[in-house]
Nanobody
Framework: LVQLIESGGDTVQSGGSLRLSCVAT???????????IGWARQAPGKEREGVAV???????EYSESVKGRFTITRDNAEQKVYLEMDDLSPADTAMYYC????????????????????????????WGNGTLVTISA
């Protein structure tokens, strides 16, 4: 499995911005640039929610809740992915997790990282330990 390390979590005021980073340090079974890399978040008492995914060529997809406010980018040479988060609100408070995988398909509800309702999800095999984002009102 790919080892992923997140950083950048912090406490900021509502309306502020934050940039999260995720570096992959090893465990690859394929070149880094073919991996889907994504972010998911989980707030206390809530289910995990997919936030954004980026493909090796830079194509990105976002959940409706963050579209227009969050931007995901990647640096394949550095094996890093970034999540720029703007116009943050208390609803964005959560533990943010980085994930990596090689597949996209029909997965059960408790598996995969999905950005839209339905069975289609990214099959993320590797997950980081998370970085905490807290937005104060």
């Amino acid at each position: 499995l790919v080892q992923l390390i997140e950083s950048g979590g912090d406490t900021v005021q509502s309306g502020g911005s934050l940039r999260l980073s995720c570096v992959a340090t090893g465990g690859f079974v394929a070149p880094y640039n073919v991996y889907y890399i994504g972010w998911a978040r989980q707030a206390p008492g809530k289910e995990r929610e997919g936030v954004a995914v980026i493909e090796g060529d830079g194509s990105a997809e976002y959940s409706e809740s963050v579209k227009g406010r969050f931007t995901i980018t990647r640096d394949n040479a550095e094996q890093k992915v970034y999540l720029e988060m703007d116009d943050l609100s208390p609803a964005d408070t959560a533990m943010y997790y980085c994930a990596a995988g090689l597949t996209y398909g029909n997965y059960p509800a408790d598996r995969g990282l999905r950005l839209t309702p339905g069975p289609w999800a990214y099959g993320m095999d590797s997950w980081g330990n998370g970085t905490l984002v807290t937005i104060s009102a």
